[in-house]
Protein backbone atom coordinates (compact mmCIF):
# COMPACT_ATOMS: atom_id res chain seq x y z
CA UNK A 1 0.00 0.00 0.00
CA UNK A 2 1.37 3.58 -0.47
CA UNK A 3 2.22 5.65 1.96
CA UNK A 4 0.21 8.60 1.63
CA UNK A 5 -2.40 6.17 1.76
CA UNK A 6 -1.41 4.52 4.86
CA UNK A 7 -1.12 8.59 6.12
CA UNK A 8 -4.80 9.00 4.75
CA UNK A 9 -6.41 6.10 6.81
CA UNK A 10 -4.63 7.75 9.97
CA UNK A 11 -5.69 10.79 9.36
CA UNK A 12 -9.90 8.76 9.42
CA UNK A 13 -9.14 6.97 12.36
CA UNK A 14 -8.87 10.37 13.88
CA UNK A 15 -11.39 12.40 11.90
CA UNK A 16 -12.62 14.93 14.21
CA UNK A 17 -9.11 15.52 15.37
CA UNK A 18 -8.06 15.80 11.65
CA UNK A 19 -10.88 18.30 10.88
CA UNK A 20 -10.39 20.30 13.34
CA UNK A 21 -7.19 20.53 12.82
CA UNK A 22 -7.12 21.37 9.24
CA UNK A 23 -10.34 23.49 9.79
CA UNK A 24 -7.61 25.88 11.91
CA UNK A 25 -5.16 25.74 9.38
CA UNK A 26 -7.92 26.74 6.40
CA UNK A 27 -9.11 30.03 8.70
CA UNK A 28 -5.60 31.21 8.25
CA UNK A 29 -5.04 30.33 4.68
CA UNK A 30 -8.15 32.19 3.92
CA UNK A 31 -7.50 35.14 5.60
CA UNK A 32 -4.21 34.93 3.74
CA UNK A 33 -5.98 34.89 0.37
CA UNK A 34 -8.57 37.66 1.46
CA UNK A 35 -5.51 39.48 2.47
CA UNK A 36 -3.79 39.23 -0.91
CA UNK A 37 -6.70 39.50 -3.48
CA UNK A 38 -8.34 42.68 -2.20
CA UNK A 39 -4.95 44.36 -1.68
CA UNK A 40 -4.11 43.47 -5.20
CA UNK A 41 -7.87 44.76 -6.89
CA UNK A 42 -7.24 47.51 -4.95
CA UNK A 43 -3.74 48.36 -6.20
CA UNK A 44 -4.67 47.62 -9.59
CA UNK A 45 -7.67 49.57 -9.64
CA UNK A 46 -6.13 53.20 -7.69
CA UNK A 47 -2.84 52.31 -10.32
CA UNK A 48 -5.34 52.35 -12.98
CA UNK A 49 -7.79 54.91 -11.82
CA UNK A 50 -5.63 57.37 -13.64
CA UNK A 51 -3.72 55.62 -17.28
CA UNK A 52 -6.13 57.41 -19.26
CA UNK A 53 -3.56 60.51 -18.89
CA UNK A 54 -0.26 61.09 -18.14
CA UNK A 55 0.02 64.28 -16.18
CA UNK A 56 -2.52 66.40 -14.51
CA UNK A 57 -1.81 70.00 -14.68
CA UNK A 58 -3.36 71.88 -11.47
CA UNK A 59 -2.42 75.12 -9.01
CA UNK A 60 0.54 74.67 -7.07
CA UNK A 61 0.30 72.92 -3.78
CA UNK A 62 0.81 69.19 -3.26
CA UNK A 63 0.97 66.73 -5.64
CA UNK A 64 -0.82 64.09 -3.91
CA UNK A 65 -3.88 66.87 -2.69
CA UNK A 66 -3.60 66.68 -6.64
CA UNK A 67 -4.24 63.63 -7.25
CA UNK A 68 -6.68 63.43 -4.40
CA UNK A 69 -8.77 65.81 -5.86
CA UNK A 70 -8.85 65.27 -10.04
CA UNK A 71 -8.79 61.61 -9.71
CA UNK A 72 -10.69 60.91 -6.49
CA UNK A 73 -12.86 63.28 -5.84
CA UNK A 74 -11.69 63.39 -2.32
CA UNK A 75 -10.45 67.13 -1.53
CA UNK A 76 -10.82 70.41 -3.29
CA UNK A 77 -8.83 71.51 -6.07
CA UNK A 78 -4.81 73.15 -4.72
CA UNK A 79 -5.57 76.03 -6.94
CA UNK A 80 -6.76 77.46 -10.28
CA UNK A 81 -5.79 76.65 -13.60
CA UNK A 82 -6.53 79.98 -16.31
CA UNK A 83 -7.55 79.12 -19.62
CA UNK A 84 -4.72 80.56 -21.18
CA UNK A 85 -2.82 77.67 -20.01
CA UNK A 86 -5.62 75.21 -21.67
CA UNK A 87 -5.19 77.13 -25.17
CA UNK A 88 -0.98 76.77 -24.55
CA UNK A 89 -1.48 72.60 -24.63
CA UNK A 90 -4.41 72.92 -27.45
CA UNK A 91 -2.81 75.02 -29.95
CA UNK A 92 0.16 76.85 -28.39
CA UNK A 93 3.79 76.17 -27.15
CA UNK A 94 3.28 73.15 -25.93
CA UNK A 95 1.19 71.64 -28.26
CA UNK A 96 3.42 69.58 -30.54
CA UNK A 97 3.90 67.56 -27.35
CA UNK A 98 0.17 66.74 -26.50
CA UNK A 99 -2.15 64.33 -27.56
CA UNK A 100 -5.00 65.95 -26.02
CA UNK A 101 -5.51 68.49 -22.95
CA UNK A 102 -9.23 67.80 -21.11
CA UNK A 103 -10.45 70.61 -18.95
CA UNK A 104 -11.72 69.53 -15.24
CA UNK A 105 -13.87 71.91 -12.81
CA UNK A 106 -15.00 70.24 -9.80
CA UNK A 107 -17.19 72.17 -7.48
CA UNK A 108 -20.48 71.76 -5.65
CA UNK A 109 -22.71 68.14 -5.35
CA UNK A 110 -25.77 66.43 -5.66
CA UNK A 111 -27.28 64.19 -2.97
CA UNK A 112 -23.60 63.47 -1.38
CA UNK A 113 -22.48 62.91 -5.62
CA UNK A 114 -19.34 65.03 -6.80
CA UNK A 115 -20.09 67.18 -9.43
CA UNK A 116 -17.31 67.64 -12.42
CA UNK A 117 -17.84 69.95 -15.36
CA UNK A 118 -15.82 68.50 -18.51
CA UNK A 119 -15.64 67.89 -21.97
CA UNK A 120 -17.23 65.11 -24.35
CA UNK A 121 -13.61 64.34 -24.90
CA UNK A 122 -13.51 62.87 -21.38
CA UNK A 123 -15.38 59.49 -22.65
CA UNK A 124 -14.45 59.61 -25.86
CA UNK A 125 -10.39 60.01 -25.86
CA UNK A 126 -9.48 58.90 -22.13
CA UNK A 127 -9.00 55.09 -21.29
CA UNK A 128 -9.55 53.17 -18.05
CA UNK A 129 -8.12 49.60 -16.02
CA UNK A 130 -5.68 50.20 -18.90
CA UNK A 131 -7.38 50.26 -22.10
CA UNK A 132 -11.00 49.98 -21.62
CA UNK A 133 -13.33 52.57 -23.36
CA UNK A 134 -16.29 53.93 -21.59
CA UNK A 135 -19.72 52.67 -22.21
CA UNK A 136 -22.99 53.59 -21.24
CA UNK A 137 -25.49 51.59 -19.27
CA UNK A 138 -28.49 54.08 -21.07
CA UNK A 139 -28.40 57.06 -22.85
CA UNK A 140 -25.29 58.61 -24.77
CA UNK A 141 -22.23 61.73 -24.06
CA UNK A 142 -22.61 65.16 -23.73
CA UNK A 143 -25.31 67.13 -26.18
CA UNK A 144 -23.14 69.27 -28.58
CA UNK A 145 -26.36 71.61 -28.89
CA UNK A 146 -27.42 71.78 -25.11
CA UNK A 147 -24.70 72.67 -22.33
CA UNK A 148 -27.23 71.87 -19.52
CA UNK A 149 -26.17 67.86 -20.14
CA UNK A 150 -25.31 65.36 -17.52
CA UNK A 151 -23.52 61.88 -17.16
CA UNK A 152 -23.96 59.97 -14.68
CA UNK A 153 -21.29 57.15 -12.82
CA UNK A 154 -23.24 53.89 -11.85
CA UNK A 155 -22.86 54.64 -8.72
CA UNK A 156 -23.81 57.99 -8.22
CA UNK A 157 -26.93 56.86 -10.27
CA UNK A 158 -27.78 54.23 -8.04
CA UNK A 159 -26.69 56.88 -5.14
CA UNK A 160 -28.65 60.06 -6.09
CA UNK A 161 -31.19 57.85 -7.55
CA UNK A 162 -30.76 59.35 -11.25
CA UNK A 163 -31.71 58.19 -14.42
CA UNK A 164 -31.44 59.10 -18.15
CA UNK A 165 -34.27 61.60 -18.27
CA UNK A 166 -34.30 62.79 -15.09
CA UNK A 167 -33.35 66.78 -14.32
CA UNK A 168 -31.30 68.06 -10.68
CA UNK A 169 -29.81 71.01 -9.97
CA UNK A 170 -26.86 71.09 -8.10
CA UNK A 171 -26.11 72.10 -4.85
CA UNK A 172 -23.44 74.24 -3.37
CA UNK A 173 -20.83 71.84 -1.32
CA UNK A 174 -20.10 75.22 1.10
CA UNK A 175 -21.61 77.78 1.82
CA UNK A 176 -23.16 79.24 -1.49
CA UNK A 177 -21.50 82.63 -2.01
CA UNK A 178 -24.21 83.98 -4.36
CA UNK A 179 -27.89 83.65 -3.91
CA UNK A 180 -29.06 82.83 -7.23
CA UNK A 181 -30.82 79.70 -8.11
CA UNK A 182 -28.63 76.79 -10.17
CA UNK A 183 -29.72 75.80 -13.12
CA UNK A 184 -31.40 72.39 -13.66
CA UNK A 185 -28.97 70.03 -15.48
CA UNK A 186 -30.63 67.36 -17.70
CA UNK A 187 -29.59 63.47 -17.84
CA UNK A 188 -29.01 62.56 -21.24
CA UNK A 189 -26.17 59.17 -19.94
CA UNK A 190 -25.59 56.73 -17.53
CA UNK A 191 -22.03 55.06 -17.69
CA UNK A 192 -21.72 51.34 -17.01
CA UNK A 193 -19.36 50.54 -14.28
CA UNK A 194 -15.31 50.97 -14.36
CA UNK A 195 -14.40 49.96 -11.20
CA UNK A 196 -12.93 53.78 -10.87
CA UNK A 197 -13.80 56.98 -8.55
CA UNK A 198 -15.45 58.01 -11.92
CA UNK A 199 -18.38 55.85 -10.94
CA UNK A 200 -19.19 57.79 -8.00
CA UNK A 201 -18.90 61.25 -9.77
CA UNK A 202 -21.95 63.55 -12.02
CA UNK A 203 -20.27 64.92 -14.90
CA UNK A 204 -21.91 68.20 -16.67
CA UNK A 205 -20.93 69.60 -19.77
CA UNK A 206 -18.26 72.44 -18.91
CA UNK A 207 -20.06 75.20 -20.19
CA UNK A 208 -23.24 74.47 -18.43
CA UNK A 209 -20.63 74.26 -14.98
CA UNK A 210 -19.43 77.77 -15.54
CA UNK A 211 -22.96 78.75 -16.81
CA UNK A 212 -25.20 77.29 -14.08
CA UNK A 213 -25.76 80.59 -11.76
CA UNK A 214 -27.02 82.24 -14.73
CA UNK A 215 -26.16 83.01 -18.47
CA UNK A 216 -22.53 83.65 -18.33
CA UNK A 217 -21.87 83.76 -14.70
CA UNK A 218 -18.39 81.81 -13.38
CA UNK A 219 -19.86 80.73 -10.12
CA UNK A 220 -16.25 80.58 -8.92
CA UNK A 221 -15.19 83.80 -9.27
CA UNK A 222 -18.60 85.72 -9.34
CA UNK A 223 -17.77 87.46 -13.01
CA UNK A 224 -18.68 87.16 -16.54
CA UNK A 225 -16.32 84.56 -18.24
CA UNK A 226 -17.25 86.02 -21.60
CA UNK A 227 -15.34 88.98 -20.32
CA UNK A 228 -12.37 87.35 -17.97
CA UNK A 229 -10.76 83.98 -18.96
CA UNK A 230 -11.90 80.63 -17.28
CA UNK A 231 -10.38 79.11 -14.09
CA UNK A 232 -10.40 74.92 -14.19
CA UNK A 233 -9.65 73.17 -11.29
CA UNK A 234 -7.24 70.71 -13.29
CA UNK A 235 -6.36 69.93 -17.24
CA UNK A 236 -5.79 66.07 -18.02
CA UNK A 237 -2.67 66.06 -20.49
CA UNK A 238 -2.17 63.26 -22.65
CA UNK A 239 0.84 63.41 -24.15
CA UNK A 240 2.45 62.44 -27.42
CA UNK A 241 5.44 59.57 -27.47
CA UNK A 242 6.93 61.33 -30.72
CA UNK A 243 6.90 64.86 -30.74
CA UNK A 244 7.91 66.98 -34.20
CA UNK A 245 9.36 70.23 -34.06
CA UNK A 246 6.95 72.95 -35.08
CA UNK A 247 7.53 75.44 -37.36
CA UNK A 248 8.18 79.30 -35.71
CA UNK A 249 10.66 80.46 -33.08
CA UNK A 250 11.89 77.10 -30.88
CA UNK A 251 12.70 78.50 -26.68
CA UNK A 252 15.15 76.49 -24.76
CA UNK A 253 13.78 76.72 -21.47
CA UNK A 254 17.09 75.09 -20.13
CA UNK A 255 19.70 78.01 -22.00
CA UNK A 256 21.79 79.89 -19.47
CA UNK A 257 20.21 83.28 -21.06
CA UNK A 258 16.48 82.04 -21.15
CA UNK A 259 14.09 84.37 -20.62
CA UNK A 260 10.59 82.32 -18.82
CA UNK A 261 8.48 85.78 -20.50
CA UNK A 262 9.45 83.65 -23.64
CA UNK A 263 7.43 80.52 -22.96
CA UNK A 264 4.06 83.09 -23.11
CA UNK A 265 4.84 84.62 -26.26
CA UNK A 266 2.38 83.12 -28.54
CA UNK A 267 4.63 82.98 -31.69
CA UNK A 268 7.35 80.95 -29.83
CA UNK A 269 7.52 76.95 -29.04
CA UNK A 270 9.13 75.56 -26.23
CA UNK A 271 12.09 73.00 -27.31
CA UNK A 272 11.29 70.17 -24.95
CA UNK A 273 9.77 66.56 -24.82
CA UNK A 274 7.27 65.52 -22.68
CA UNK A 275 9.37 63.96 -19.72
CA UNK A 276 10.38 67.45 -19.18
CA UNK A 277 7.13 69.19 -19.10
CA UNK A 278 6.70 68.94 -15.09
CA UNK A 279 10.47 70.80 -14.65
CA UNK A 280 9.60 73.20 -17.35
CA UNK A 281 6.30 74.52 -15.67
CA UNK A 282 7.29 74.65 -12.22
CA UNK A 283 10.54 76.93 -13.67
CA UNK A 284 8.11 78.96 -15.73
CA UNK A 285 4.84 78.76 -14.68
CA UNK A 286 2.34 79.54 -11.69
CA UNK A 287 0.66 75.77 -11.98
CA UNK A 288 2.56 72.06 -11.71
CA UNK A 289 2.29 69.17 -14.05
CA UNK A 290 1.64 65.86 -11.61
CA UNK A 291 2.17 61.99 -12.77
CA UNK A 292 -0.59 60.73 -10.97
CA UNK A 293 0.67 57.09 -11.70
CA UNK A 294 4.15 58.26 -9.80
CA UNK A 295 1.72 59.51 -6.83
CA UNK A 296 -0.69 56.88 -6.40
CA UNK A 297 2.24 54.55 -6.65
CA UNK A 298 3.59 56.49 -3.46
CA UNK A 299 0.75 56.38 -1.45
CA UNK A 300 0.22 52.69 -2.22
CA UNK A 301 3.98 52.29 -1.22
CA UNK A 302 4.17 54.10 1.79
CA UNK A 303 0.58 54.00 3.09
CA UNK A 304 -1.52 51.44 1.84
CA UNK A 305 1.11 49.14 1.71
CA UNK A 306 2.52 49.34 5.36
CA UNK A 307 -1.91 48.69 5.81
CA UNK A 308 -1.48 45.30 3.80
CA UNK A 309 1.76 43.96 5.20
CA UNK A 310 0.17 44.00 8.80
CA UNK A 311 -2.89 42.74 7.99
CA UNK A 312 -0.58 39.98 6.33
CA UNK A 313 1.92 39.43 8.64
CA UNK A 314 -1.28 39.19 11.20
CA UNK A 315 -2.51 36.20 8.80
CA UNK A 316 0.66 34.50 8.65
CA UNK A 317 0.93 34.46 12.58
CA UNK A 318 -2.96 32.67 12.02
CA UNK A 319 -1.28 30.18 9.74
CA UNK A 320 1.71 29.39 11.73
CA UNK A 321 -0.31 29.26 15.43
CA UNK A 322 -2.51 26.69 13.32
CA UNK A 323 0.89 24.50 12.20
CA UNK A 324 1.46 24.61 16.06
CA UNK A 325 -1.21 23.17 16.91
CA UNK A 326 -1.15 20.53 14.11
CA UNK A 327 1.88 19.75 15.42
CA UNK A 328 0.94 19.36 19.05
CA UNK A 329 -2.10 16.93 17.69
CA UNK A 330 -0.21 14.82 16.47
CA UNK A 331 2.61 14.43 18.68
CA UNK A 332 -0.19 13.38 21.34
CA UNK A 333 -1.10 10.89 19.14
CA UNK A 334 2.14 9.37 19.41
CA UNK A 335 1.52 7.48 22.60
CA UNK A 336 -1.82 6.28 21.30
CA UNK A 337 -0.10 4.92 18.76
CA UNK A 338 3.28 3.07 19.85
CA UNK A 339 2.05 -0.20 19.41
CA UNK A 340 0.44 0.10 16.33
CA UNK A 341 4.07 1.83 15.24
CA UNK A 342 6.11 -1.19 16.58
CA UNK A 343 3.37 -3.48 14.72
CA UNK A 344 4.37 -2.28 11.55
CA UNK A 345 7.98 -1.93 12.51
CA UNK A 346 7.57 -5.62 13.23
CA UNK A 347 5.82 -6.34 9.93
CA UNK A 348 9.17 -4.88 8.20
CA UNK A 349 8.57 -1.27 8.06
CA UNK A 350 11.56 0.83 8.14
CA UNK A 351 12.27 3.86 10.65
CA UNK A 352 12.29 6.13 7.71
CA UNK A 353 9.44 4.66 6.02
CA UNK A 354 7.59 5.44 9.38
CA UNK A 355 8.99 8.57 9.32
CA UNK A 356 7.98 9.64 6.19
CA UNK A 357 4.20 8.17 7.41
CA UNK A 358 4.24 10.75 9.98
CA UNK A 359 5.40 13.34 7.74
CA UNK A 360 2.73 12.93 5.09
CA UNK A 361 -0.26 12.57 7.36
CA UNK A 362 0.95 16.37 8.34
CA UNK A 363 1.40 17.48 4.48
CA UNK A 364 -1.82 16.00 3.73
CA UNK A 365 -3.46 17.68 6.62
CA UNK A 366 -2.15 21.32 5.76
CA UNK A 367 -2.85 20.84 2.07
CA UNK A 368 -6.22 19.50 2.93
CA UNK A 369 -6.99 22.51 4.87
CA UNK A 370 -5.43 24.87 2.88
CA UNK A 371 -7.17 23.88 0.03
CA UNK A 372 -10.57 24.35 1.40
CA UNK A 373 -9.18 28.02 3.29
CA UNK A 374 -8.14 28.68 -0.71
CA UNK A 375 -11.90 28.11 -1.69
CA UNK A 376 -13.01 29.66 1.46
CA UNK A 377 -11.15 33.22 1.25
CA UNK A 378 -12.13 33.14 -2.20
CA UNK A 379 -15.81 32.43 -1.12
CA UNK A 380 -15.59 35.01 1.33
CA UNK A 381 -14.60 37.34 -1.19
CA UNK A 382 -17.51 36.82 -3.31
CA UNK A 383 -19.71 37.57 -0.25
CA UNK A 384 -18.20 40.80 0.85
CA UNK A 385 -18.05 41.91 -2.86
CA UNK A 386 -21.21 44.21 -2.38
CA UNK A 387 -19.88 45.52 0.80
CA UNK A 388 -16.58 46.46 -0.77
CA UNK A 389 -18.16 48.08 -4.07
CA UNK A 390 -20.71 50.22 -2.08
CA UNK A 391 -18.22 51.72 0.31
CA UNK A 392 -14.96 52.32 -2.46
CA UNK A 393 -16.77 52.26 -5.79
CA UNK A 394 -14.13 49.11 -6.40
CA UNK A 395 -15.43 46.19 -7.97
CA UNK A 396 -14.34 42.45 -6.24
CA UNK A 397 -15.35 39.11 -7.62
CA UNK A 398 -14.79 36.03 -5.64
CA UNK A 399 -13.00 35.10 -8.81
CA UNK A 400 -10.28 37.71 -8.94
CA UNK A 401 -6.83 35.80 -8.32
CA UNK A 402 -2.92 36.50 -7.57
CA UNK A 403 -0.49 34.93 -8.67
CA UNK A 404 1.17 34.71 -4.99
CA UNK A 405 -1.61 32.50 -4.00
CA UNK A 406 0.78 29.97 -6.18
CA UNK A 407 3.15 30.25 -3.33
CA UNK A 408 1.28 29.18 -0.14
CA UNK A 409 1.28 25.82 -1.72
CA UNK A 410 4.71 24.90 -1.33
CA UNK A 411 4.89 27.40 1.49
CA UNK A 412 2.32 25.06 3.58
CA UNK A 413 4.16 21.90 2.24
CA UNK A 414 7.45 23.48 4.17
CA UNK A 415 5.43 24.55 7.00
CA UNK A 416 3.92 20.98 7.25
CA UNK A 417 7.06 19.32 6.90
CA UNK A 418 8.47 21.28 9.52
CA UNK A 419 5.97 21.37 12.28
CA UNK A 420 6.07 17.55 11.08
CA UNK A 421 9.12 16.88 11.91
CA UNK A 422 9.65 16.45 16.26
CA UNK A 423 6.79 13.55 16.14
CA UNK A 424 8.39 11.94 13.04
CA UNK A 425 11.80 11.64 15.06
CA UNK A 426 9.49 10.07 17.65
CA UNK A 427 8.38 7.37 15.47
CA UNK A 428 11.64 7.19 13.95
CA UNK A 429 13.23 6.57 17.35
CA UNK A 430 10.37 4.62 18.90
CA UNK A 431 11.55 0.96 20.37
CA UNK A 432 10.26 -1.68 18.85
CA UNK A 433 10.16 -4.16 22.10
CA UNK A 434 9.38 -1.73 24.41
CA UNK A 435 6.17 -1.13 22.42
CA UNK A 436 4.95 -4.89 22.27
CA UNK A 437 5.70 -5.25 25.51
CA UNK A 438 2.24 -6.36 27.60
Keep these: ?216 HDHAHGHDHKETQRKYSAVLLMTKQDATKPDGKIVDPFAPDFNPAAVLDERSYVNIDAMKLPSVLEKTTDVQAVQPVKEIASLLSNVIGNIQMVLFFLAVLVVLVAGIGMMTAIYNSMSERKQEIAIMRALGARRFTMMSIILLESILLSLGGGLFGLFLGHFLIGGMSPWITEYTGIIVRSWHFQLTEIWLIPGLVILASAVGFLPAAVAYKQDVASSLAP
Design 1 to 216: MPLWKIAYRSIQFRKVSSVLTAFSMSLGVALIVTVLVIHGVLSDSFNKSAQGYDLIIAGKGSPLDVVLSTVFYLKPPTGDVPESYLKMFRTGQYSHIVEEAIPVSIGHHFRGATIVGTTREFFTKLKFMGDRSYEFASGENFSLSDPFTAVVGSRAAVKAGLKAGDTFKPEVAQEAEFGEEHHPFKVIGVLKPTGTPNDNAVFVDIDGFYDMHGDG
